[in-house]
């Protein structure tokens, strides 16, 4: 029954996801808002939701782990797994922006995250104020100096839509969201007590893998379509919004205490060190590229992850 209720919130919290960003990419249109700043801005959070809201609700609850474990676990699914079956399935050609603004800014946002966390066992308020305020000068300057990143980041339906019908789209997606943290929490907690295992091993293996999943299924879309080349950009900002964005509010919200020093003394070594692995990885054997057989070693180190985790 657990697992029953968390692959039903893992549904909804995917449903409501897609209903708020269609809701709120056509309210931004409606007010003649710059798709540019849309792509940033609007679409951005909007995909980030089913973190966000699965992270604050295990903080309030006093699941603090489940909501640790959730992004850096995510972290790692996104590169390890995600970016992994992507590059196993079709090459990627490498955007200079990566290394010289993408890469860099996740890597400062992960050194922020340790930082805070080895320091005292706590996300304060005023830490995640910097971890939210770190997002909006990223922001910032990406609005002013590269413009032309996030173009592919809109969705392919920017169709205007009607008032009747955003509003329609805000309460289905607002709905999917609440009951899909509802039960994926319950479900997810409740598995934990029944298995034996902590709130940081079910965060960092079952939720982080299924809030990965809009990112996993897009990608895999996208090269079975052969529509156009995937952007690395796309997983490393996830990734960079996972931090500064739901780790940010989240602890705005309600101060996160790290419970489980696991989630400190390995997880978050494996997040560092497997973001840190993208950056040769692009430069060798063949600059700017990625193929099958750093897809390979990727998985590899998801796998030894999970069952190191698990075991």
Excluded: C
């Excluded at 699941?63 to 992507?86: C, E, H, K, Q």
């Excluded at 050609?93 to 400062?108: G, I, L």
């Excluded at 922001?139 to 969705?155: A, C, G, H, I, S």
């Amino acid at each position: 029954m657990d697992f029953l209720y968390i692959i039903l919130g893992l549904i909804l919290l995917i449903v409501g996801g897609n209903w708020l960003l269609k809701a709120a990419v056509g309210l931004s249109l409606k007010l003649n808002i710059p798709k540019v700043v849309i792509g940033m801005t609007v679409v951005s959070f909007a995909t980030s939701a089913p973190e966000l809201i699965v992270s604050v609700k295990s903080a309030l609850d006093g699941f603090p782990d489940l909501a640790l474990g959730n992004v850096i676990g995510s972290n790692i699914a996104n590169i390890g797994l995600v970016l992994g079956i992507t590059v196993l399935l079709s090459k990627i050609e490498v955007e200079k922006s990566f290394y010289k603004t993408d890469w860099p800014v996740m890597m400062v946002a992960s050194g922020l995250l340790y930082y805070f966390l080895a320091q005292d066992g706590k996300i304060e308020f005023y830490e995640g104020g910097i971890l939210f305020s770190s997002l909006v000068i990223f922001l910032v300057y990406l609005l002013r100096f590269q413009k032309n990143t996030v173009v592919d980041e809109m969705p392919e339906d920017e169709d205007q839509l009607s008032t009747g019908k955003i509003v329609l789209f805000v309460t289905i997606g607002g709905v999917g969201l609440w009951a899909g943290s509802e039960l994926l929490i319950n479900g997810a907690v409740s598995l934990a007590t029944n298995f034996g295992v902590s709130e940081r091993v079910i965060g960092v293996t079952v939720v982080s893998v299924g809030t990965s999943i809009p990112e996993l299924a897009a990608s895999v879309i996208a090269v079975l379509k052969k529509e156009k080349a995937i952007s690395l950009g796309n997983l490393i900002g996830s990734n960079i919004f996972n931090i500064l964005a739901v780790l940010g509010i989240t602890s705005m919200i309600t101060p996160i205490e790290l419970k489980d020093v696991a989630l400190l003394n390995y997880d978050i070594f494996w997040m560092l060190g497997i973001s840190l692995l993208v950056l040769p990885m692009v430069f060798f054997p063949k600059k700017l590229r990625l193929d099958w057989r750093h897809g390979i070693v990727l998985l590899t180190l998801y796998a030894v992850f999970i069952i190191t985790t698990l075991s």
